[in-house]
């Protein structure tokens, strides 16, 4: 009994895993799929909606947290930031040389902010200067992010919560692919299938991460010391191009940790090797640039960190693929000795 047992071993793996279909029926599951997917993306993107200014603050964490950065190739700035208002209303940012306005000590604080309130005098009204705590938007003394058209604001909405919207649905839309695609798959294919699926979204969310907490900051840091080097003012930023930026960027990232997952299949399926990814090597690394460039936005610094972890990322393929060869041929010098 278990001679049958072992002659049909692979044809129970090289069997199907569903029903045969006929060509309307897959058309019809395929309507089903999308259908199901778009209504997911939908209720992902009004629930972005309504979350719009935890999604703005989400997004603004990266430039907070890239004014307290410091690079070392530049000067540390310690001169005194002045934040004048009118009531509520910010007028100006002036960095002072001292820390004197006028005859007025402004003391060793980095940010300063005075207000003009209106003073009765006897019978005259005047304007008058009191200091204030300072908001912790002013003190970051960046850059600040503004809508200049009565439009903007809702398509930056709009643009958030459709790239949100995506992102919430994505395990959903993955889940309705899987119950399309997976019939149709032969067992030992639906085990690399699943094994690729979740090793290839957890790369997904390991590259955006690392876009968001480690990359965003030091190059918004870097797009304003350019500017600055330039003779050219940053105070003030589209609010849009900012957001537009940051999800392009967290995407093409997220996207770019893919490589090792195409690489690796094409190995299993044996279209690749050890010894020709070893030879593709130079060429990947012209291949990585050009995919930094299009992945990302058009800024030299965060396209040289995007080429350098496609880089990164290929060369653990490299190693990956060398070690599973090195497996197999344990297990044919082992299964030769057995034979012997």
Same mark, same amino acid.
């Given at each position: 009994?278990?001679? =049958?047992?072992?002659?049909?071993?692979?044809?129970?793996?090289?069997?199907?895993?569903?029903?045969?279909?006929?060509?309307?029926?897959?058309?019809?599951?395929? @309507?089903?799929?999308?259908? %199901?997917?778009?209504?997911?993306?939908?209720?992902?993107?009004?629930?972005?909606?309504?979350? +719009?200014?935890?999604?703005?603050?989400?997004?603004?964490?990266?430039? %907070?947290?890239?004014?307290?950065?410091?690079?070392?190739?530049? =000067?540390?700035?310690?001169?005194?930031?002045?934040?004048?208002?009118?009531?509520?209303?910010?007028?100006?940012?002036?960095?002072?040389?001292?820390?004197?306005?006028?005859?007025?000590?402004?003391?060793?604080? @980095?940010?300063?902010?005075?207000?003009?309130?209106?003073?009765? #005098?006897?019978?005259?009204?005047?304007?008058?200067?009191?200091?204030?705590?300072?908001?912790?938007?002013?003190?970051? &003394?960046? =850059?600040?992010?503004?809508?200049?058209?009565?439009?903007?604001?809702?398509?930056?909405?709009?643009?958030?919560?459709?790239?949100?919207?995506?992102?919430?649905?994505?395990?959903?839309?993955?889940? !309705?692919?899987?119950?399309?695609?997976?019939?149709?798959?032969? #067992?030992?294919?639906? $085990?690399?299938?699943?094994?690729? !699926?979740?090793?290839?979204?957890?790369?997904?969310?390991?590259?955006?991460?690392?876009?968001?907490?480690?990359?965003?900051?030091?190059?918004? %840091? !870097?797009?304003?010391?350019?500017?600055?080097?330039?003779?050219?003012?940053?105070?003030?930023?589209?609010?849009?191009?900012?957001?537009?930026?940051?999800?392009?960027?967290?995407?093409?990232?997220?996207?770019?940790?893919?490589?090792?997952?195409?690489?690796?299949?094409?190995?299993? #399926? &044996?279209?690749?090797?050890?010894?020709?990814?070893?030879?593709?090597?130079?060429?990947?690394?012209?291949?990585?640039?050009?995919? &930094? +460039?299009?992945?990302?936005?058009?800024?030299?610094?965060?396209?040289?960190?995007?080429?350098?972890?496609?880089?990164?990322?290929?060369?653990? +393929?490299?190693?990956?693929?060398?070690?599973?060869? @090195?497996?197999? $041929?344990?297990?044919?010098?082992?299964? &030769?000795?057995?034979?012997?």
């Amino acid at each position: 009994m278990a001679e =049958p047992s072992e002659e049909h071993q692979p044809e129970d793996e090289d069997g199907e895993g569903g029903a045969v279909k006929s060509f309307l029926e897959h058309l019809e599951d395929l @309507r089903w799929t999308i259908i %199901k997917s778009t209504a997911a993306t939908l209720v992902g993107m009004m629930v972005c909606l309504f979350a +719009a200014k935890d999604l703005a603050a989400i997004l603004r964490w990266p430039l %907070k947290r890239a004014e307290n950065r410091h690079l070392y190739f530049m =000067p540390e700035d310690t001169n005194t930031v002045l934040h004048l208002r009118l009531g509520s209303t910010p007028l100006q940012s002036i960095q002072l040389d001292t820390n004197l306005f006028g005859s007025l000590n402004l003391g060793t604080n @980095r940010h300063v902010t005075l207000r003009l309130e209106p003073v009765q #005098i006897g019978s005259n009204t005047l304007l008058a200067l009191h200091q204030v705590p300072t908001d912790a938007d002013e003190a970051t &003394g960046g =850059p600040k992010l503004y809508y200049m058209g009565p439009a903007d604001s809702f398509m930056s909405i709009l643009h958030m919560a459709f790239f949100g919207g995506l992102f919430l649905a994505s395990p959903f839309v993955m889940y !309705f692919v899987g119950q399309f695609v997976m019939p149709a798959l032969k #067992i030992v294919e639906k $085990k690399y299938f699943l094994r690729a !699926f979740w090793f290839g979204l957890g790369l997904f969310l390991i590259g955006v991460s690392f876009a968001y907490f480690i990359v965003m900051p030091p190059a918004i %840091k !870097f797009a304003e010391l350019t500017s600055n080097l330039m003779g050219i003012s940053s105070d003030i930023w589209k609010a849009e191009d900012f957001f537009s930026f940051e999800i392009k960027f967290m995407l093409g990232m997220g996207l770019g940790f893919e490589l090792p997952v195409v690489l690796l299949a094409l190995v299993k #399926i &044996g279209l690749l090797d050890y010894a020709k990814l070893t030879a593709m090597r130079r060429y990947m690394i012209v291949g990585n640039l050009i995919l &930094g +460039a299009l992945l990302t936005t058009p800024e030299p610094f965060t396209q040289i960190i995007m080429a350098a972890a496609l880089q990164f990322l290929y060369e653990t +393929a490299v190693w990956i693929a060398w070690y599973w060869e @090195r497996q197999e $041929k344990k297990r044919e010098a082992q299964q &030769g000795a057995i034979d012997v």
